[in-house]
């Protein structure tokens, strides 16, 4: 069914800037809608944001607007989390997921994503 990972994560100080990288080992890699989540110590995992199988049509998180943007390149079989003006409270896993079953719509539901990465450690020191 193909899978994916995470690469790109680690310590950085706040205000700093880190971009994860997701490369799917899958043909059809193209089909797919991707999504990103955290989870941070203690806490449920999030939506961060995803994007369609073009990258035209992308969905955030409302508190991440304005700093994280996702985007793919297809050809690479790989989708992109940039992350801007990081702050402590974006510590997390981070984790790509990918919504394989001919989707229509990018969900920001967990439940919807098929394949998972095994997460990236990201540290915002103040």
């Known amino acids: 069914q193909g899978r994916l990972v995470e690469s790109g994560g680690g310590l950085v100080q706040a205000g700093g800037s880190l971009r994860l990288s997701c490369v799917a080992y899958?043909?059809?890699?193209?089909?797919?809608?991707i999504g990103w989540f955290r989870q941070a110590p203690g806490k449920e995992r999030e939506f961060v944001g995803a994007t369609n199988w073009n990258g035209e049509s992308s969905r955030y998180a409302d508190s991440l607007k304005g700093r994280f943007t996702v985007f793919r390149d297809n050809a690479k079989k790989t989708a992109y989390l940039q992350m801007n003006n990081l702050r402590p409270e974006d510590t997390a896993v981070y984790y790509c997921a990918a919504d394989v079953r001919f989707p229509r719509v990018v969900s920001i539901f967990q439940e919807e994503y098929d394949i998972w990465g095994q997460g990236t450690q990201v540290t915002v020191s103040s």
């Open positions: 899958e043909s059809t890699f193209g089909n797919w809608y």
